[in-house]
Nanobody, 134 residues
Framework: QEQLVESGGGLVQPGGSLRLSCTAS????????IGWFRQAPGKEREGVSS????????YYADSVKGRFTISKDNAENTAYLQMNSLKPEDTAVYYC???????????????????????????WGQGTQVTVSS
């Protein structure tokens, strides 16, 4: 069965950094896009960042642009979310998700989608808690 497991969450002071990991088992990430989402208590789930399956195209929510970096290591079957300059409002449970996304060739290189909505993803991890507090 396809599974995703998040790790790397914890307690950090404002301005600090954390790196979240998302490791896949039961399938290979080579042809899957990855999205990171978060949900704070009493709030709805929001998209944080996404990355395409192979070419490395990315999406970032306005609230995290310039602070977070998404990456994907297909050889390690793991995706990452590097979070810098963390703010208290970043406190949430962070989830990673995957969806099959086969990119296609063009004269300028590979093209394909960068899914950003939660309902575009099929496989979800259990989440990891990130708390930003002094």
């Amino acid at each position: 069965q396809e599974q995703l497991v998040e790790s790397g969450g914890g307690l950090v002071q404002p301005g600090g950094s954390l790196r979240l990991s998302c490791t896949a088992s039961g399938f290979a990430l080579d042809y899957y896009a990855i999205g990171w989402f978060r949900q704070a208590p009493g709030k709805e789930r929001e998209g944080v960042s996404s990355i395409s399956s192979r070419r490395g195209a990315t999406y970032y929510a306005d609230s995290v642009k310039g602070r977070f970096t998404i990456s994907k290591d297909n050889a390690e079957n793991t995706a990452y979310l590097q979070m810098n300059s963390l703010k208290p409002e970043d406190t949430a449970v962070y989830y990673c998700a995957a969806v099959l996304s086969i990119e296609y060739p063009t004269e300028s290189g590979l093209q394909g989608p960068v899914p950003v909505r939660s309902d575009e993803y099929d496989i979800w991890g259990q989440g990891t808690q990130v708390t930003v507090s002094s």
